[in-house]
């Protein structure tokens, strides 16, 4: 008698399971709300070269390998392989360049976090490097408390701190550690 109890047990308990997978349906927004609740992406893809506009005129330019989108109260986009941005001039000309080998995009603040290997560079060929640079589109700066090395006119300059318009042709360096002239090196 025992043993056929738990037999009957074993067929409800199966039975139960499944009624519950044959009753599952598939809900896009519980489908969204369980991706928030896990902390996984709403949207992936490879590939990816987007054209940012202000005004109808050309902005930036951003292309990555990899991105992942999350939702919620903080929506952003994760580009786990790196990013480059190239911004525009009003005239539509190419001014700045960016590099990193991670960078994460704010959406609701306009702010890209690029980190590892960070390169800078602008028209006129000054290059900085950092391992970590923040770009405030909507207050068109770029700045970081990290460490930096500038590289221009024949000088690297070291320093800590770095604030500069998203064009990287005006910039202040916050704490200056010292100065390599290049031309005089041996």
Not at 62 to 72: A, K, T
Request: charged letters at 30%.
């Amino acid at each position: 008698m025992r043993l056929h109890t738990h037999s009957t047990k074993k067929s409800i308990a199966a039975l139960l399971g499944l009624a519950m997978l044959f009753s599952c349906e598939t809900n896009p927004v519980k489908m969204e709300a369980l991706s928030k609740e896990l902390n996984e992406p709403t949207v992936s893809t490879t590939v990816i070269e987007w054209f940012y506009t202000k005004n109808g005129k050309a902005s930036f330019k951003l292309n990555s390998p990899e991105m992942f989108r999350f939702d919620g109260e903080e929506p952003y986009l994760e580009f786990p392989k790196g990013i480059e941005l190239q911004s525009f001039e009003a005239l539509g000309e190419k001014d700045a360049y960016l590099r990193s080998d991670y960078a994460i995009q704010h959406l609701k603040d306009k702010l890209i976090e690029a980190k590892g290997n960070v390169l800078l560079q602008n028209v006129k060929g000054e290059k900085l490097e950092t391992e970590y640079l923040i770009w405030d589109e909507a207050k068109e700066l770029i700045y970081t408390e990290e460490f930096v090395k500038i590289t221009k006119n024949g000088q690297v300059i070291m320093g800590e701190g770095f604030e500069s318009d998203i064009y990287f042709s005006e910039y202040t360096l916050k704490k200056s550690r010292g100065i390599i002239n290049l031309d005089h090196a041996e």
